[in-house]
């Protein structure tokens, strides 16, 4: 970076060009690849880039061709792994493509989700990976041209590619895992049902106990708040009212810290006083003792195969109408969950 007037001031293509002795044009053919440039031209080129600290603007170099080689993803909880695991996957392809990835954290908040949509727009970004909260802010970049991918959630009649995980498969699976083993009163808390993940989530659980013939309570089923926190004080108020609870089902890893933490605040021992299981696998879901059973999402594949998506679309290898595809959770059975002796259990004592 050089100095006017003792102010630091950006190199520019002009000032590779006056270093090199050659027009700002043939400096951009050497530095870019696009035209021809001399083979000694092009070393001179990249020597006086290399002296002067010589960045490439990729933003204003997006501008003027009108597109960039930049992708949006939007994110609902930096703070959880989930999104990390998922921008992990995403990232992986973009990179290997030459696209850089920006990344908006909305926090969970539809006007944030909006103002960083049109930050996107305004860097002129051809396509974006969302996790969308409401249907707007992919509405938004849809009708500006922008290319999106819903992931882990869809918006209701969406007009975009989605990727996302089949939830009821895999809560049916881990409410069956719990049926199985003699439970029939088994809390369950979620936090959302307004997107694709927790109704399906709700509507596994339900569906495993109609094929168990065990009627549906809504007294087992708790909404929580958004964070680990609200789950703790949800959970809690949930077995001040239902002390003969045999096991819990959270609905993600959120939730599953916050239920973990009450379970040891109350002293109840898991599995023997209380069995349970999450949806989300996370590394300290093996770290603590027993380990807690859960379904396994492929977050890092579900991320990787919405930017190869994104990528199809984007190159005109794929071009007809949206598509969504649907990937399969695993259940990982561990030792927080324990057969009943009989199907009845009276209230617990803490330990």
Sequence with gaps: ????????????????????????????????????????????????ADRL?????????????????????VISDLRNQFYADLAAGIE????????????????????????????????????AIVTPLTPEAGALLTAQGVRVVEVDRQMAQSQCDAVLVDSEHGARVATSHLLELGHRRIAFLIDELEWTTGVGRLAGYKAA???A???????????????????????????????????????NNLMASGVWQELQRRR??????????????????????PAVSAV??????????AAEMLLARLSGEFDGPPKTEWLTPAFE???????????????????
């Design 268 to 289: 109840l021992r898991v599995p023997r006083d209380i069995s349970l299981v999450a949806f989300d696998d996370l590394p300290w879901m093996t770290m603590v003792q």
């Design 209 to 211: 106990l109609r094929a």
């Design 92 to 127: 992986q392809v973009l990179g290997g493509a030459g696209y850089q990835m920006v990344l908006v954290n909305d926090d969970g908040d539809a006007d944030r989700e909006l103002a960083g949509a049109r930050t996107l727009l305004a860097m002129r970004v051809p396509g």
């Design 213 to 251: 013939r065990v009627k549906f309570d809504q007294r087992l089923v708790a909404r929580v708040g958004f964070g680990s926190g609200d789950a703790a004080t949800a959970l809690s108020t949930l077995l001040d009212a239902r002390p003969d609870v045999t096991a819990v089902f959270a609905a």
């Design 333 to 351: 059975r561990r030792g927080s969950t324990r057969k009943l002796s009989g199907q009845a259990s009276g209230p617990r004592s803490p330990a």
């Design 296 to 305: 396994s999402q492929p977050v890092v594949a579900m991320g990787s195969r």
């Design 1 to 48: 970076m050089s100095q006017v007037d003792g102010v630091p001031r950006r190199v520019t293509i002009g000032d590779v060009a006056r270093a090199a002795g050659v027009s700002p044009s043939t400096a951009s053919r050497a530095l870019t690849g696009q035209g021809y440039a001399a083979a000694s031209v092009k070393l001179r080129v990249l020597a006086a």
């Design 53 to 73: 600290g010589y960045v490439p603007d990729d933003i204003a170099r997006s501008l003027k061709r009108r597109t960039s080689r930049l992708v949006g993803v």
